[in-house]
């Protein structure tokens, strides 16, 4: 099983620093355009993947009060993108560092709603994986809609292919 997960976090990773070269391109207002979608702009958008990737981290880590790195954070996009990117690269090396017996493990957490929850740390990578590709996609309709017509392909098949 750790195979599998090994290579998910190697995907999200290669796939989250192929959006994000596209995504650093952009102007404040193609950013920050209110398109319909999850959240109202790209920059929002981004800003969510961050949060949710950094407080589920967090979580496999064991931090009591997880905190989102987006409210506070005072830099520019493209520190915001790379502070994600790290968050990223984080999640791989967790991932290639982790015994395997650790998988099952079973995280206890309240969600931002207060509510309680338990799942398995393989589980929250599952999570963590399947919501970023959810919101690349997203990202993708939203960059097309701004004007971006080159946006690199980010399907497992193609990281898979290259053998990454």
Known sequence: MKEVVLNLAGYHYWAN????????????TQLDQELVSSFPSIRQTVY???DA???????IE???KTKKPAPQF???FA????????????????VQQINPVKLPHTVAYYNSQKQYGK????????HVFNHATYHRGQLVTLLRQVGVTKIP????????????
């Not at 799942?119 to 599952?126: H, N």
Request: aromatic content about 8%.
């Open 48 to 50: 969510h993947m961050w």
């Open 153 to 164: 392909g980010m399907d497992f098949s193609e990281y898979a292919k290259k053998g990454q």
């Open 74 to 76: 005072q830099g520019t």
């Open 62 to 64: 064991l931090v009591e």
């Open 79 to 94: 520190q915001a993108c790379d502070d994600w990117i790290t968050v990223s690269r984080q999640l791989l090396e967790m």
């Open 17 to 28: 620093q192929r959006l994000v070269a596209v995504l650093k391109k952009l102007t404040a």
């Open 119 to 126: 799942l398995t740390v393989i589980e929250i990578l599952m």
């Open 53 to 59: 990737e950094s407080v589920w981290k967090q979580r």
